[in-house]
């Protein structure tokens, strides 16, 4: 296996072709460089299990056949940040944040998110959807179109009780008051994604699941938009995982960069 260790030297990404910006990185079996983009990474071919890190939120190794591709991948997330998953369209970014959220089912491998099994291949445990702790964002907002602002928002709860972030503090932290009563369509496109982070948040998540929440937003509205994405990151306490083509976006948002490859 090929493993990456991100920028600050903590094991966080493994599996796949950790970097595709230059190919000096293939030139030994132990290195470090610096990619063009100032992106600091040691390659390590070698045991993969001996560099897994005992603190991180996330493990998964998992392997999924579709009509098109196989999925095969492994990696680990600490638990603070921007982990950002790059790729060209078609690589399997999406299939991977769908088989995190119990959307797909992998054929084979493991999920382990802070010590609760999410998906055991062998031992035939596949948790719902509502039963894994995280929040997600989807790249066509999925808003309920019938309902308020406020409304859409509180449906997170739905399978979290009234535990975890208070329905006023995510509201302030990100400036929703003004829009809590108006409807979906009432909404720019920037106020739409506000509010399905929003929602997403108030499920109390572990992870943060954003599948291209930009993409569809026009250029000047998308910086915005990354500015407020990092923003977030610095005040609250749950590990991101971001879905991505755009690798000026991956190199702006990403703490760490899990690069997937055909």
């Known amino acids: 296996p090929l493993v990456a260790v991100c920028r600050d030297g903590r094991t966080s990404l493994l599996g796949g072709v950790p970097c595709a910006f230059s190919a000096a990185f293939f030139e030994s079996r132990i290195l470090t460089k610096t990619c063009p983009d100032c992106f600091s990474v040691l390659l390590w071919h070698g045991d993969a299990e001996r560099l897994f890190s005992e603190h991180a939120v996330l493990q998964a190794a ?34 991977l944040l769908q088989c995190l959220a119990g959307l797909i089912r992998p054929d084979a491998g493991r999920i382990v998110c802070r010590g609760d099994v999410w998906f055991d291949a062998e ?13 997600y964002v989807f790249q066509d907002v999925r808003l309920f179109p019938h309902l308020s602002v406020r409304t859409n928002m509180l449906f997170g709860r739905r399978f979290r009780g009234t535990s975890g972030a208070a329905f006023e503090d995510v509201v302030a932290l990100l400036d929703l008051g003004r829009l809590l009563h108006r409807m979906p369509s009432d909404l720019s496109g920037g106020e739409k994604q506000r509010v399905a982070v929003g929602r997403a948040l108030l499920a109390c998540p572990e992870l943060l699941l954003m599948d291209e929440p930009l993409s569809n937003l026009d250029a000047k509205l998308r910086n915005q938009m990354r500015a407020e994405l990092i923003q977030l990151r610095q005040r609250i306490d749950t590990t991101f995982i971001y879905v991505t083509h755009d690798q000026t976006e991956a190199m702006t948002l990403g703490d760490r960069i899990v690069i997937m490859k055909d």
């Open 123 to 135: 031992r035939g445990v596949c948790l719902a959807p509502e039963r894994r702790r995280l929040g």
């Open 62 to 95: 998992i392997q999924k056949r579709l009509e098109a591709f196989a999925l095969e991948v492994a990696f680990e997330l600490d638990p603070h940040g921007i982990t950002v998953l790059w790729g060209a369209s078609g690589s399997g970014k999406t299939t």
